[in-house]
């Protein structure tokens, strides 16, 4: 029983001593995107940027929810404005000043309801906000990783098919 190589083996075997510009070129920039990545663990902390990019996503969907609490609370006033608004309608005249006060009531909690729904969107966009910014360094680094990892694969393939004499695939 032999040993049989493919017939690229032997190009593939020869091609790596030459050394290839690329390959260099790849080499310099791993090390410098590896570099560039202790730096941001240490300098900018990135596992805790991250920790507090999630921690932000948290609190937005908790004041997502009490956001939209509190706008079904505001619907609810109104609602009730409404019906004091068609009794007053519908009732005796010594009746009506206490639906026309009831009907202040209403519009009165409707407008402190709506400013802290305000407030706390206000707050859910910051929130936000600050989880994009804890996201966006390890973001880049990631994205950097897969053009690098593209370009590396995209010419080992193209080597490989070139050692081995295949002319199927012209690229």
């Known amino acids: 029983m032999s040993h049989e190589h493919a017939p690229h083996d032997h190009a593939v075997e ?3 001593p030459a050394g290839d510009p690329l390959s260099r070129w790849v080499a310099v ?3 410098i995107l590896a570099a560039l990545s202790r730096l941001l663990h240490f300098k900018r902390k990135a596992s805790v940027l991250q920790t507090q ?3 932000f996503k948290n609190e937005a969907v908790l004041l997502q929810s009490k956001t939209s609490d509190q706008w079904s609370y505001y619907q609810a ?3 009730k404005g409404h019906l004091m608004d068609c009794a007053a309608e519908l009732t005796t005249p010594e009746r009506k000043p206490f639906y026309q006060s009831q009907i202040v009531k209403y519009e009165d909690r409707k407008k402190e309801i709506a ?3 305000q407030a706390l969107e206000k ?3 910051e929130a936000n906000h600050c989880s994009v910014e804890g996201e966006h360094p390890q973001h880049l680094f990631g994205q950097a990783l897969a053009w690098l990892s593209v370009a590396m694969h995209s010419r ?3 080597r ?3 050692a081995a004499g295949c002319s199927c695939w012209r690229g």
């Open 14 to 16: 020869h091609a790596a």
């Open 29 to 31: 920039f791993t090390a």
């Open 53 to 55: 990019a999630l921690i």
């Open 77 to 79: 006033q109104s609602s």
């Open 115 to 117: 400013a802290k729904a």
């Open 123 to 125: 707050q859910i966009d």
């Open 156 to 158: 080992r393939s193209h």
């Open 160 to 162: 490989l098919r070139e």
